[in-house]
């Protein structure tokens, strides 16, 4: 079993990532066996603290303090990842309006290759995903479709 924290590289939470940094902490925290402290809570003080100190590790330092004083954290806080996120409903809104305005204005660039716009588009799709906002194949073909120059199709 595979329990080390502290020499592990893990992504730091930024305004705009939490899609893929709540993604990559479960993933990681479920390798350690410690995804239970987080998820349901546990009474075993020392996944408790291994799981605070990845959290600890994995976000800016000005929550660092108010985090690091909960010594019971992961237990009166089923979802810490939701708990940590500051605005995180208003967050997550309005960054799906800016990927939703992204992708309306989404145009092939010149220069771009086609491999490269699909690319975007799947990247813009799969953070649309992450914030609520699910775009179905369908659509996203016909987004694809539109977006490039006849040359091409």
Request: aromatic fraction near 8%; glycine fraction near 6%; include cysteine.
């Amino acid at each position: 079993m595979v329990r080390e924290v502290s020499g592990t590289s893990w992504p730091t939470l930024a305004r705009t990532n939490y899609g893929e940094w709540a993604v990559t902490m479960k993933v990681k925290l479920r390798s350690r066996c410690l995804w239970n402290a987080i998820d349901k809570g546990t009474d075993n003080e020392e996944d408790n603290m291994l799981a605070l100190e990845a959290i600890l590790t994995a976000v800016p330092a000005e929550y660092r303090e108010s985090l690091g004083v909960r010594r019971t954290l992961l237990r009166r806080h089923g979802r810490s990842f939701a708990v940590i996120r500051v605005g995180s409903d208003h967050t997550k809104k309005a960054m799906a309006q800016l990927l939703k305005q992204e992708y309306a204005n989404l145009k092939f660039k010149d220069g771009e290759s086609v491999e490269d716009s699909s690319l975007h588009l799947q990247t813009l799709i799969s953070k649309l995903r992450s914030h609520g906002v699910t775009i179905d194949e369908e659509e996203a073909v016909f987004k694809y479709l539109h977006s490039v120059p006849m040359k091409y199709i």
